[in-house]
């Protein structure tokens, strides 16, 4: 199994990100996707989850600004970030539920 995400970068408070996280070595569309959040010295927070029917769940934090979705033609799943905060500086990762699969990581830092 490989989860490779991509899309991180550096954005000013109120932009936008689009986080993609491509799945292989996996039954795509029967499985289930985390993203995932770290900042150095912290626990890794649960921002969001998409179930195979396409379900969806947030942490109250991030709710009415990020959007998970999947796209099971491409094995990929997204996280779209509006209204970007400083505090939502960290390095984010996919993952799947249950399991020990987890991505590298991509690095979003919201500063002016």
């Known amino acids: 199994v490989q989860l490779v995400e991509s899309g991180g970068g550096l954005v000013q408070p109120g932009g936008s990100l689009r986080l993609s996280c491509a799945a292989s070595?996996?039954?795509?569309?029967?499985?289930?996707f985390n993203w995932y959040r770290q900042v150095p010295g912290k626990q890794r927070e649960l921002v969001a989850t998409?179930?195979?029917?396409?379900?969806?769940t947030y942490v109250d934090s991030v709710k009415g600004r990020f959007t998970i979705s999947r796209d099971n033609t491409k094995n990929t799943v997204y996280l779209q970030m509006n209204s970007l905060k400083p505090e939502d500086t960290a390095v984010y990762y996919c993952?799947?539920?249950?399991?020990?699969?987890w991505g590298q990581g991509t690095q979003v830092t919201v500063s002016s």
């Open positions: 070595g996996i039954i795509f569309s029967f499985t289930a």
């Open positions: 998409i179930g195979r029917g396409g379900t969806t």
């Open positions: 993952h799947i539920p249950n399991s020990l699969n």
